[in-house]
């Protein structure tokens, strides 16, 4: 009878562990920011400066459409935490060569192009509502765009090359070479200036209880995606290691 | 590095928005002469309330019917998370399975 492996003794029980709490903690989050939280709060609680180009002077309010910050802000999050996760996974190859690396930095990848989608779905069903306009091409956005685009970029490139060392080297340079694109993302306002995102969503949340499911809803979220991560990766060391029998 | 980032910024912009370029025929068949000062209408404080009173209504009704459809968006998601989570761990499952089977093969009694 074969010894039962590390991923059956330890990792199994754990990705299940998190996926089951980021999957519990999701859905108590979307239960408070969609049915107990009332939309209905004294006037002027939960203002956002309305973008420059606008005529109206005063902070606008968001009525129901901070809901969507309870997903914006997390899979914002994520899209970051993967970024790191991608070009560390990178540095590791290239100093040690062994595949799991190449499986973390494949799995960051794909679960990171799914959270930046999501990240510029969601502002641009927001941005519909409070700008009137979906998409501007500001530094945020088009830096965000810019990274969901060498996300797809890896993903389509990798497709092409054939020889397995060559996919792998390439990935991680490539890992690498993204590195500067996430503090692009995050320091674009400084850099270029302030068009219409706003550059911290938490400062103009003014009511407690949506600053508090604010905390709550980040970690749920970048739990439940973590557990995407640790399932891929598995899925694609063992696919590795097909290959490497066959 | 920040100018040229800025750069293939602006020209990514002027590629996907090309309406942007110019003013575009019809706007150029309209006349662009500026208001003078006088021609500006004065704002009425009072008939600015009334309007932004009256948005605010109609904010206020849009919202409670939106409720109903909050109800249905949140069971919507449930479902969504659920499927996929679902899916997820049926791959995990799969996936241990083919760790086991890969265990026997490496095992000197599966290698025979």
């Not at chain 1, 459409?65 to 997903?71: A, D, E, G, L, T």
């Not at chain 2, 309209?30 to 009334?50: C, G, V, Y």
Request: charged content about 20%; aromatic content about 10%.
């Amino acid at each position: 009878m074969a010894r039962s492996s590390t991923f059956a003794r330890v990792y199994f029980p754990l990705t299940l562990l998190v996926g089951a709490a980021g999957l519990g903690l999701t859905l108590c989050v979307l239960y408070h920011a969609l049915i107990v939280l009332d939309p209905h709060m004294p006037d002027g609680s939960f203002a956002i400066f309305a973008p420059p180009e606008t005529p109206q002077a005063n902070p606008m309010k968001l009525y129901d459409s901070y809901r969507i910050f309870f997903v914006h802000l997390p899979c914002a999050l994520t899209t970051a935490l993967m970024s790191m996760v991608m070009a560390a996974a990178g540095v590791l190859y290239l100093i040690s060569r062994h595949r799991r690396w190449d499986a973390l930095l494949m799995a960051a990848v794909e679960v990171g192009a799914v959270t930046c989608l999501l990240t510029m779905v969601t502002g641009y069903i927001w941005g519909d509502f409070a700008w009137g306009k979906g998409w501007t091409w500001e530094p945020r956005l088009t830096s965000t765009l810019i990274l969901w685009l060498s996300f797809i970029a890896l993903m389509m490139i990798r497709g092409a090359v054939e020889d397995e060392r060559k996919k792998r080297m390439f990935s991680a340079v490539y890992g690498l070479a993204t590195v500067p694109l996430y503090p692009l993302v995050s320091r674009s306002i400084e850099m270029f200036g302030r068009m219409s995102h706003p550059e911290s969503l938490e400062s103009l949340l003014r009511v407690n209880e949506i600053s508090e499911l604010s905390a709550v809803a980040k970690p749920a979220l970048i739990l439940f995606f973590l557990f995407f991560l640790m399932v891929r990766y598995w899925q694609l060391r063992l696919a590795g290691n097909i290959r490497e029998l066959r | 590095m920040i100018s040229m980032i800025q750069a293939s910024m602006m020209a990514l912009g002027l590629l996907f928005s090309p309406g942007e370029l110019g003013p575009s025929e019809r706007d150029a068949e309209l006349p662009h002469q500026p208001l003078s000062a006088q021609e500006i209408p004065a704002t009425d404080p009072s008939l600015e309330r009334k309007y932004s009173d009256k948005f605010e209504q109609r904010v206020r009704e849009e919202s409670a019917k939106a409720g109903e459809s909050i109800d249905t968006l949140y069971y919507g998601m449930v479902a969504v998370l659920v499927g996929v989570f679902g899916i997820a761990v049926h791959a995990l499952i799969a996936a241990r399975r083919q760790d086991q089977a890969l265990a026997r093969l490496a095992s000197p009694q599966g290698a025979k």
